[in-house]
Nanobody, 123 residues
Framework: VQLQASGGGSVQAGASLRLSCEVSARAFTSYAVGWCRQAPGKEREFVAGVSRNGDITYYSDSVKGRFTISRDNAKNTVYLQMNSLKPEDTAIYYC?????????????????WGQGTLVTVSS
């Protein structure tokens, strides 16, 4: 299984970006998927996750109300729509996949990681 993230960039505070992650897996719907991020000098943290069929979503408190995670199972792709971006959202964003949504939320024992995509938000 490979995860290919894209969509990062440099924006001003208040702007929006949409990250995409294409997952090469025969059975995409076998996996819960999500996003985590790592800011400079900080530990990696959970951002958002979505269940296998897309009916349940989870968000960290820091992004709730601003970010929206979704998945298109026909395209094997997960998205992260990021609105009202803040400088503290600056980080490398990674997409992840696991058979367990709990593992996605806790970022423990994750099955698969993608390469990161850099998001920089300036004030």
């Amino acid at each position: 299984v490979q995860l290919q993230a894209s969509g990062g960039g440099s924006v001003q505070a208040g702007a929006s970006l949409r990250l995409s992650c294409e997952v090469s897996a025969r059975a995409f719907t076998s996996y819960a998927v999500g996003w985590c991020r790592q800011a400079p000098g900080k530990e990696r943290e959970f951002v958002a996750g979505v269940s296998r069929n897309g009916d349940i979503t989870y968000y960290s408190d820091s992004v709730k109300g601003r970010f929206t995670i979704s998945r298109d199972n026909a395209k094997n792709t997960v998205y992260l729509q990021m609105n009202s971006l803040k400088p503290e959202d600056t980080a490398i964003y990674y997409c992840v996949a696991d058979s367990s949504i709990t593992d996605v939320k806790t970022m423990k024992f994750l099955d698969y990681w993608g390469q990161g995509t850099l998001v920089t938000v300036s004030s």
